[in-house]
């Protein structure tokens, strides 16, 4: 079994910069992908960026460039580091993580706030 526990969420005024967090608790950490994803209440989930188990890349349009997504493997977590942020950018982000064998564990979310 996986747990994900996401941190580093708040409140920042636009332009800032945040750096989220995802710990994963189980063994499997190292050889799965993991990725962010961000929910506005009342839109669909969306899909910010992933980060496979050898360390490729990938992001949305609406981040790229601004966000950067990593790992650390000996600590089982992954970042998101969130520059020059913009009020769109407000929503729930949580981290998902995706084993070998497709199994699909997510964490509760954090909320990150931007202000104009």
């Known amino acids: 079994q996986v747990q994900l526990v996401e941190s580093g969420g708040g409140l920042v005024q636009a332009g800032g910069s945040l750096r989220l967090s995802c710990a994963a608790y189980g063994s499997i950490f190292s050889i799965s992908s993991m990725a962010w994803y961000r929910q506005v209440p009342g839109k669909q989930r969306e899909w910010v960026a992933s980060?496979?188990?050898?360390?490729?890349?990938d992001y949305s349009n609406s981040v790229k460039v601004r966000f950067t997504i990593s790992r650390d493997n000996a600590k089982n977590t992954v970042f998101l580091q969130m520059n020059n942020l913009k009020p769109e950018d407000t929503a729930v982000y949580s981290c998902?993580?995706?084993?070998?064998?497709?199994?699909?564990?997510w964490g509760q979310g954090t909320q990150v706030t931007v202000s104009s």
């Open positions: 998902r993580l995706t084993s070998p064998s497709s199994d699909v564990y």
């Open positions: 980060i496979t188990s050898n360390g490729y890349t």
